[in-house]
């Protein structure tokens, strides 16, 4: 059986953490931040983590599974 490759887009966007969990960015802080306020943008700044229904499918694009 060949390896299976790592999707380069998830390996860009998830990492693992020291748990298994697998973290993630906030959306909705690249651009047009002017009428969003600090605050806003401030919590958007911390990583969040994936949702258990969605691990599955992130796990077997970062070839984890």
Request: no cysteine.
């Amino acid at each position: 059986m060949p390896k299976i490759k790592t999707n380069s887009g998830a390996k860009k966007r998830f990492a693992l953490t020291g748990s298994g969990k697998i973290k993630r960015k906030h959306a909705y802080k690249s651009h047009i931040l002017t009428k969003k306020t600090k605050k806003q943008k401030r919590n958007l700044t911390h990583f969040g983590l994936v949702s258990r229904v969605d691990q599955s499918n992130i796990k077997a694009l970062l070839a984890l599974k």
